[in-house]
């Protein structure tokens, strides 16, 4: 999903959001069901984006990677909604 590059931005944005946000849930309901600690899933989440741009790698210097802190921001949220509503 992520990888993929959305045909308007406003229209992509509100899309990709929502798929990312019930992907993540998915995740996260995963996560709970086998023990797995919401630092570990950061974890692979930033492993996983790095094997995402392993074809183009980002610079150091380009600073953080907004998307990225989004996604980990919008697990983490996912993750401890879950984990109130068992």
Do not use: F
Request: aromatic share 4%.
């Amino acid at each position: 999903m992520i990888r993929d590059e959305p045909q308007s931005e406003a229209e992509g944005m509100a899309h990709t959001g929502e798929d990312v946000r019930g992907a993540l849930r998915e995740l996260c309901d995963d996560a709970h069901r086998n023990h797995v600690r919401v630092e570990q899933l950061v974890i692979a989440i930033k492993q996983g984006w790095s094997s995402l741009h392993s074809e183009r790698p980002r610079a150091r210097s380009a600073g953080p990677d907004e998307l990225l802190n989004q996604v980990i921001t919008l697990c983490i949220d996912e993750y401890y909604a879950r984990a109130q509503k068992n």
